[in-house]
C-alpha cells in the first residue's frame, strides 16, 4: 500500500516537473521565435509586441500540447457498467435487483449529459423494465475504449471476470454483502489491490464493512428509485389488499397462517401475490393497501443487503411491514415510515398486520410519513451529489 500510493505520488510529481519542462521550452521558443520576427521585419523593439507575440505562439502551442495530450481535454468520460461473467452469465439478467440499479444508474447519468452503456456479452439482455438503457457487446465495449482514452468502468460483482479482464481499473458499487462477505471475498480482496480506483456501497451496513476491511473511504449511493414511473395512484387502490412477493419455499405458507388468523379476527382481507415485469409490479403494488416484505434475508447474519422491493411498495403508496434485517432497517424507521418486525416473529407480523387495519388514522400516518421520506430521499437526482462523488465528475 505505502508503494503504491509513493508511486502514485512519484507519478504525479513526475507529470507536474514535465509540464513546467514544457512550458519553459515553449518559454525559450517564444524568445528565440521573437528574436527571428523583429529582425526580418525590421520592427523596433517593443515590450507591448513581444507580450502580444508571446500570447498568439503560446496559444498555439497550448493547443498543439493538448491534443497531443487527450487526459488534459476537459470532455465527460464515458462510464461502462458491466456484471458479465461469461457466455453463459452475460449480466442481462431478469428481475435482478443490481441489474435494475445498473439502468437507473446509467439513465440517471445521461440525464446529465453522460454517454453510458450497459456491457453484456453479446449485447442482449431480458426485457423485464419499464426502460432498458443501452447496451452493448463486449466487443464494442472494447472498441469504444480503443476511440475514447477518458472512461470508468462500473460494477458492483467482484466475479464478473470477462468484463473486469478488459477494465484497467474499476468503480466498484457493492450491493450485497452476502456475497462480498463470502464467496466473493478473495476476488473483492485482489480488485481492492489490482484495480479498485473507488467504492460505493448501497447501504451505510455495507460502507461499513468495506471501510474496516479494507480501510478504504467508501461512498454511500442507496438504491435508486425512478419517480416518473414509481408513484401512488389512489384511484386503484383496494383497501383490503394485502400484497406479498414469493421469497422462498416458506412463504406461501406463512401467507395462509396470515389469511386464517385474519379470519379468525372478522377482517376480510385478500393476500394478493405479486410478480412479473416491473409494470406488472407497479399496478400491483399501487392496487395495495399494505405490503408483507417476506424477505428474511440471504445471509443469517447481514439479511439483504438492497432490498429493492421495499422502497418500490413505499413508492407505490403501501404500508410496508417487513422483517428486521440489516438493508429493511436502513429504509424502514419503526413506526414512523413502516412497521418492522424481528426476524422470524411471525406472530409479530400477524398482531400487526391486525393492529394497522383497525387504526386508520395510523396508516394514513405512515403512508404521509413514508411518501415524505421518498420524496427527500430516492429520487433520482437526489443520487447525483453521490454519483457525481463515486465516479470522480468533481
Request: aromatic letters at 12%.
Amino acid at each position: 500500500m505505502f508503494l503504491r500510493k509513493t508511486l502514485s505520488e512519484g507519478i504525479s510529481r513526475l507529470t507536474l516537473t514535465t509540464g513546467r519542462f514544457v512550458r519553459l521550452l515553449i518559454d525559450d521558443c517564444i524568445e528565440d521565435s521573437y528574436s527571428i520576427f523583429v529582425k526580418f521585419v525590421g520592427v523596433r523593439y517593443s515590450k507591448k509586441i513581444k507580450n502580444i507575440f508571446r500570447k498568439l505562439l503560446n496559444n498555439s502551442i497550448n493547443s498543439i500540447y493538448k491534443n497531443m495530450n487527450p487526459s488534459m481535454i476537459n470532455s465527460k468520460p464515458i462510464i461502462f457498467i458491466s456484471a458479465c461473467e461469461n457466455k453463459e452469465k452475460s449480466g442481462g439478467y431478469k428481475y435482478n435487483g443490481g441489474i435494475h440499479e445498473y439502468n437507473l444508474l446509467a439513465k440517471l447519468l445521461r440525464q446529465h449529459g453522460y454517454e453510458s452503456y450497459i456491457v453484456t456479452c453479446d449485447g442482449t439482455y431480458e426485457n423485464w423494465l419499464f426502460e432498458h438503457q443501452p447496451h452493448i457487446s463486449l466487443k464494442e465495449f472494447q472498441q469504444k475504449k480503443e476511440q475514447n482514452q477518458n472512461y470508468r468502468c462500473v460494477t458492483s460483482w467482484a466475479k464478473a471476470k470477462t468484463f473486469l479482464d478488459n477494465c484497467e481499473k474499476i468503480y466498484f458499487w457493492d450491493m450485497e454483502l452476502h456475497y462480498t462477505d463470502h464467496d466473493h471475498f478473495s476476488a473483492l480482496k485482489k480488485l481492492y489491490k489490482t484495480k479498485i480506483v473507488k467504492t460505493a456501497a448501497i447501504s451505510k451496513t455495507i460502507q461499513a464493512w468495506h471501510m474496516t476491511n479494507f480501510e478504504k473511504k467508501c461512498i454511500v449511493i442507496p438504491n435508486i428509485i425512478d419517480e416518473y414511473f414509481w408513484k401512488p395512484d389512489e384511484n386503484k387502490r383496494i383497501i383490503n389488499r394485502i400484497g406479498y412477493m414469493v421469497e422462498d419455499e416458506k412463504t406461501e405458507n406463512l401467507i395462509n397462517r396470515f389469511k386464517e388468523s385474519s379470519r379468525q379476527t372478522g377482517m376480510n382481507l385478500e393476500f394478493y401475490r405479486i410478480n412479473g415485469s416491473a409494470l406488472e409490479l407497479l399496478n400491483g403494488l399501487q392496487s395495495c393497501n399494505f405490503f408483507l416484505s417476506m424477505n428474511q434475508g440471504k445471509d443469517p447474519l447481514w439479511g439483504e443487503g438492497c432490498p429493492r422491493t421495499i422502497i418500490e411498495a413505499l413508492s407505490a403508496g403501501c404500508i410496508v411491514l417487513a422483517y428486521d434485517i440489516i438493508g429493511n432497517r436502513e429504509i424502514l424507521q419503526h413506526s414512523f415510515n413502516g412497521i418492522i418486525v424481528p426476524r422470524g416473529r411471525h406472530d409479530l407480523m400477524e398482531d400487526a398486520i391486525t393492529s394497522l387495519y383497525q387504526n386508520k388514522i395510523e396508516v394514513d400516518r405512515l403512508r404521509i410519513n413514508g411518501q415524505n421520506y421518498l420524496q427527500s430521499c430516492h429520487k433520482m437526482e437526489s443520487r447525483w451529489p453521490a454519483v457525481s462523488e463515486f465516479l470522480d465528475f468533481n
